[in-house]
């Protein structure tokens, strides 16, 4: 609004006109997130883009992780819901709503998976401590369960053992046992 000479402000209204709007949410936020944290770059450094296709894998997974956090799972909903959200030209120039069909987003599930989605998991993990320089006096991201048998203390007596832990395995097995 804008004030006239002697201060009135009832005649100099500016009128604009909306040509769409779009419900987007926490989407762009958490498009930021994946771009800062360039998790498309770091899967297709994995994965190679194939010239003949128009969605990368990379920008794939973008998508996906947008459609599941909007609530929708279904890979056939995912250009639909993207693009009624707006945010379909947000994830690269020139996209359409059909370059999100739920064969090409099958494909990079196939492709992640065939890449080894720890391998994908770790670059992107890394990837993540790097931009936040997250300290790490410690990492480990293995998550095989070792079960230990027989007698031994509490403490372990050698420097770096496994330490005994009780409770439930990963896999849901009740134990008195384990190595964590």
Known sequence: ?????????????MATTVQQIHPVAHLPLVLG????????????????????????????VEALVLAILDGHHALY????RLEERGMVALLQPGLTRAALNDY????????LFAANLNTVFGA????????YAIATPW?????????????????????GAPR???GHSKDGIAISNRCS
């Open 1 to 13: 609004m804008m004030l006239s000479d002697s201060g009135d402000n009832r005649g100099d209204i």
């Open 33 to 60: 997130v994946l771009r800062r944290l360039e998790v498309a770059a770091v899967i297709d450094r994995l994965i190679p883009p194939h010239p003949a296709h128009g969605l990368s894998c990379g920008r794939g």
């Open 77 to 80: 909903k995912v250009g639909r």
């Open 104 to 111: 090409r987003l099958g494909h990079i599930l196939d492709a």
């Open 124 to 131: 992107v993990a890394l990837k993540a401590l790097e931009v």
């Open 139 to 159: 990492l480990h991201q293995d998550t095989t369960t070792i079960a230990l048998y027989g007698a031994y203390k509490d403490e372990p007596q050698t420097p």
């Open 164 to 166: 005994p832990a009780y």
